[in-house]
T-cell receptor
Framework: DVKVTQSSRYLVKRTGEKVFLECVQDMDHENMFWYRQDPGLGLRLIYFSYDVKMKEKGDIPEGYSVSREKKERFSLILESASTNQTSMYLC????????????FGQGTRLTVV | QKEVEQNSGPLSVPEGAIASLNCTYSDRVSQSFFWYRQYSGKSPELIMSIYSNGDKEDGRFTAQLNKASQYVSLLIRDSQPSDSATYLCAVSLYSGGGADGLTFGKGTHLIIQP
């Protein structure tokens, strides 16, 4: 069964903190993605990765970075959390090519106070 | 600019009727098209994929693709209250050398009235 697991379902952090969101997939997928979802704005791509140690900027990378040291794990890092980063964060993975069907984790609801 | 457009709704349909959801996209070279269902507070779940012009049926769901018109739709027959959700259209959009993953529309909120 397809499985993408995000480390936290809910997270509350303070402004200025460094925040790590972890995502692990057990499907041996090459492609991994981080999206954020906000009311009225839909799903927006932050970063994606097609292989270990590689990363590509999506549509809204500012204020974020990522790490992919192992194939199954893709981490999203908020270097200095701000209140405008309060959102639902969704990790997804897929097989090649890049436009294959994506499978999502359960999401992390991050609140920055 | 990459764009995937959906009517946000809400779209209200009586139980047992056909629900019709529509999506238009901007990139003429898009190859892959998906419909996801998202219940409130949950993550998107893939329900249909379509790659060629025409219709593709899976149970009560039919996806329709018209690449010339840059239009993809989802029909849900015999609508049930459990179909009430937000439906996201996702399209592969390309820039430069290859696909940049999937671009999602903002979703259509569907309500099935018992």
């Amino acid at each position: 069964d397809v499985k993408v697991t995000q480390s936290s379902r809910y997270l509350v952090k303070r402004t200025g903190e460094k925040v790590f969101l972890e995502c692990v997939q057990d499907m041996d997928h090459e492609n991994m993605f981080w999206y954020r979802q906000d009311p009225g704005l839909g799903l927006r791509l932050i970063y994606f990765s097609y292989d270990v140690k590689m990363k590509e900027k999506g549509d809204i990378p500012e204020g974020y970075s990522v790490s992919r040291e192992k194939k199954e794990r893709f981490s999203l890092i908020l270097e200095s959390a701000s209140t405008n980063q309060t959102s639902m964060y969704l990790c997804a993975s897929s097989r090649p090519p890049a436009d294959s069907e994506a499978f999502f984790g359960q999401g992390t609801r991050l609140t920055v106070v | 600019q990459k764009e995937v457009e959906q009517n946000s709704g809400p779209l209200s349909v009586p139980e047992g009727a056909i629900a019709s959801l529509n999506c238009t996209y901007s990139d003429r070279v898009s190859q892959s098209f998906f419909w996801y269902r998202q219940y409130s507070g949950k993550s998107p779940e893939l329900i249909m994929s379509i790659y060629s012009n025409g219709d593709k049926e899976d149970g009560r769901f039919t996806a329709q693709l018209n690449k010339a018109s840059q239009y993809v739709s989802l029909l849900i027959r015999d609508s049930q209250p459990s179909d009430s959700a937000t439906y996201l259209c996702a399209v592969s959009l390309y820039s430069g050398g290859g696909a940049d993953g999937l671009t999602f529309g903002k979703g259509t909120h569907l309500i099935i009235q018992p």
